[in-house]
């Protein structure tokens, strides 16, 4: 049944997708979705967002408030700048943010509305690592909290007016961890696995290390802060439930060993 409402959106998208999926193997692309699509819902969801549709590497998200999804485009920017320092701007990953509010029609799993073409063609002038909102998102948004500077007008396809488009003005600080427990795993002899294990082999590898050691966090609380193939390194902020995720850890990737013959080297610091 239809329903028109007013809706906020969040638009996501990687910037430069196509080239740098070209570079990957089938195995790297898999992972890397997979990474992206969690890193993403887990974000939103925690934040009140819920995910209208995936759109290739973009995500349409639908929040309770302007304000709230600004927040959390945020986070976003944030936390993946902070899971990839150290790696070159060829190498990592960016993305741009659309944020605009107006009446959706909701059919099913459908949206329709002229909001969502607005957003479409905002995406397209949103520069790598920014945060642009349409001009009646901008109205509503809380000032208080959020920083914001005009951008210009845009003459966008499919609009007969003019939008003014405004960005979010983001303070980068370097973040401190203090009193995490660190821990880094490292699948032993993987390079000689990939280089006699079929494609599927490595990617299904890749997925299940990925799986578990996902799991692991959420169950005792820590936060994978960077993946680099192979390598995890993530951290927890309690003493105990770190001993019991490593233990765990180390129970249950007795079944990667029966599988794929991969042992794990694991590194635990203060």
Known sequence: MANLRTTVILKTDIVDSTPRVAGQTQSEMGLQRKQHKRF????????????????????????????????????????????????GEKQRLAIRVVITVGDILHQGSDTIGTTLSLTARIEKVTPPD??????????????????????????LKGFNEPEKVYRVLQKHRTRVLTDHYIVYTDANKFEHFVKSASIQGVEDFLLDCDDLINEICD?????????????????????????????????????????????????VHK
Request: proline letters at 1%; charged letters at 20%; glycine letters at 8%.
């Open 130 to 155: 920014e945060i642009y909102l349409s001009h009646a998102a901008w109205m509503v948004l809380n000032k208080a909290e959020v920083q914001t500077e005009y951008v210009s007008e845009f003459n």
């Open 219 to 267: 169950k005792h609380g820590g936060i994978i802060r960077q993946v680099k193939g192979d390598e995890y390194f993530f951290t927890f902020t309690d003493a105990n439930q770190t001993i019991i995720a490593v233990e765990e850890l180390c129970h249950s990737w007795k079944r990667i060993v029966e599988r794929y013959k991969l042992g794990i080297s694991i590194g």
């Open 40 to 87: 993403i819902t887990d974000i939103a969801i925690k934040n009140h967002g819920s995910i209208l549709q995936e759109e290739g590497d973009g995500y349409w998200i639908e929040f309770p408030s302007v304000t709230t999804a600004v927040l959390t485009a945020i986070e976003m920017h944030q936390n993946l700048r902070f899971m990839q320092i150290g790696k």
